[in-house]
């Protein structure tokens, strides 16, 4: 939670707001202040078939993980969705569904996860990935890390998949 306000940088104070419970107020704007978070998008990358996912490694970590970008001002999550996966693979989806919403606290960022069908397994990744690779479905569970963000989000998939 942030201590000032966003508005005016006076220091907040917790007060109760009926039907809300306790919110930080700012006595200068006499205004309640209610948490602001970042939004971002990630995917779950699949080829038209369904049979293969593509995780990357990116930022000089070694583990996999999927596609993910934060979504810009005056952006919407899908349009976020096509220009992350654009700016770093050089692809674009024939097509894309939501899956779901998780909370990520370590970055204050509610993140909006999507699986996304490529025409063919061929990608142009930029500068920002350090590599890729496809793997069976199988194979990718094995593939990331147990209990991240990704692996929580590529289970989903494979649980909810049609």
Known sequence: MFD????????????ELEHEGLIP???KCKEF?????SSAVNVVILNKEQTKTLFVKQYGID????VAGYINKGENAEEALIRELNEELGVSPIEFHFQRTIYFE?????????YALLDNE??????EID???WFDLDEG??????????????????????
């Not at 306000?5 to 007060?15: A, D, H, S, V």
């Not at 370590?106 to 999507?114: E, Q």
């Not at 061929?122 to 500068?127: H, Q």
């Not at 990331?144 to 909810?160: Q, R, V």
């Open 33 to 37: 202040r209610f948490p602001i978070f």
């Open 131 to 133: 590599s890729y690779k």
């Open 25 to 27: 107020f700012c006595p």
């Open 106 to 114: 370590k970055s204050n960022t509610l993140m909006i996860n999507y």
């Open 63 to 66: 583990n996999y993980r999927l």
């Open 122 to 127: 061929e990608v142009y990744p930029n500068y």
């Open 141 to 162: 569970i094995e593939a990331i890390k147990k209990a991240s963000l990704a692996s929580i989000c590529y289970n989903y998939y494979l649980e909810h998949r049609k």
């Open 4 to 15: 000032y306000c966003y508005e005016c940088g006076t220091k907040l104070e917790i007060k």
